[in-house]
């Protein structure tokens, strides 16, 4: 499971939604991308909102932690580390 480790570096650039989107439609979309970020620059406070979709009834692809790839591209292009890859206990 990917885990949203440290919001308040987001810097709101959006390249961890692009780069999600692309790997589900091999286009950049907002839309398409498993990640939703909600940060206004206007807003005192530092801390950004980051959804990951897990859910069907959602209108976002479902997280699936880039399967097909090496390691998730969220994680990878992130330039400010907000993500991590929570392994779960078994």
């Given at each position: 499971?990917i885990?949203?480790?440290?919001?308040?570096?987001?810097?709101?650039?959006?390249?961890?939604?692009?780069?999600?989107?692309?790997?589900?439609?091999?286009?950049?979309?907002?839309?398409?991308?498993?990640?939703?970020?909600?940060?206004?620059?206007f807003?005192?406070?530092?801390?950004?909102?980051?959804?990951?979709?897990?859910?069907?009834?959602?209108?976002?692809?479902?997280c699936?932690?880039?399967?097909?790839?090496?390691?998730?591209?969220?994680?990878?292009?992130?330039?400010?580390?907000?993500?991590?890859?929570?392994?779960?206990?078994?």
């Open positions: 499971m885990k949203v480790e440290n919001p308040e570096a987001c810097t709101g650039c959006l390249i961890c939604v692009l780069a999600c989107s692309f790997h589900h439609t091999r286009k950049y979309s907002r839309s398409q991308s498993s990640i939703e970020v909600n940060k206004s620059i807003s005192e406070e530092k801390k950004a909102e980051i959804v990951i979709c897990r859910k069907e009834d959602s209108m976002r692809p479902i699936d932690m880039c399967k097909e790839d090496d390691f998730p591209l969220c994680i990878q292009f992130c330039p400010e580390n907000v993500f991590k890859v929570k392994r779960r206990q078994e």
